[in-house]
């Protein structure tokens, strides 16, 4: 059971370059989402699926699509690089929508936009 | 919106002092609040968490109850540890899915 993985662990973009952030979950969780991590401001959500074929928007979405075509996977894509997302993105899951739960935390990826 | 907001950091304490990180929310209806836990170069972990008011939540010696009437959910430890240093996020999910993350407040501890 590998929990929440994200790929790849490191990244650096040129500004206007596209990319994929790859989060895949083993749990069967039907919530996922992507949160972004800068100093002194927590977390801010990014996007968010509550199962597949079903995405929406967080605090942060510009600059930023998903897709959800397994329950499995929650790709986070990068449209056109900038330095304002240079940032530490965190995919997590959790098991139930509409009730309070845990959320379970990938290990990160740390963009830099140059 | 909602909201939480935690003291700021960076927290230092020697080694078996007592830990108090203090946390408030706002938030309509009831919501069910969160400490969270990143050690360096981790991801967030659920370090604790309460669902209900006067819910008490604890985990490695780590407290924390849940206060409507302050709306509040202060983290305490009695005797810290240097493996506790870490940054802690107070969260709060109310009325769906969607968490709200405060800031976080680093902590180090001296041995």
């Known amino acids: 059971n590998a929990g929440v993985t994200q790929t790849p662990k490191f990244q650096v973009l040129k500004t206007g370059q596209s990319m994929t952030l790859q989060c895949a979950q083993d749990?069967?969780?039907?919530?996922m989402s992507w949160y972004r991590q800068d100093p002194g401001m927590g977390l801010r959500l990014i996007h968010y699926s509550v199962g597949a074929g079903i995405t929406d928007q967080g605090e942060v979405p510009n600059g930023y699509n998903v897709s959800r075509s397994t329950t499995e996977d929650f790709p986070l894509r990068l449209l056109s690089a900038a330095p304002s997302q240079t940032s530490v993105y965190f995919c997590a899951s959790s098991s139930r929508t509409g009730v309070a739960d845990t959320q379970y935390f990938g290990p990160g990826t740390r963009l830099t936009v140059l | 919106g909602d909201s939480v907001t935690q003291m700021e950091g960076p927290v230092t304490l020697s080694e078996e002092a007592f830990l108090t990180i203090n946390c408030t929310y706002t938030a309509t209806g009831y919501p069910s609040l969160f400490w969270y836990v990143q050690y360096p170069g981790e991801g967030l972990q659920l370090l604790l968490k309460?669902?209900?008011?006067?819910d008490k939540g604890s985990n490695k010696g780590f407290e924390a109850t849940y206060r409507k009437e302050t709306t509040s959910f202060h983290l305490e430890k009695g005797s810290v540890q240097v493996s506790d240093s870490a940054v802690y996020f107070c969260a709060l999910t109310a009325g769906g899915f969607k968490t709200i993350f405060g800031a976080g407040t680093r902590l180090f501890v001296k041995a």
């Open positions: 309460a669902t209900k008011a006067d």
């Open positions: 749990m069967n969780h039907e919530y």
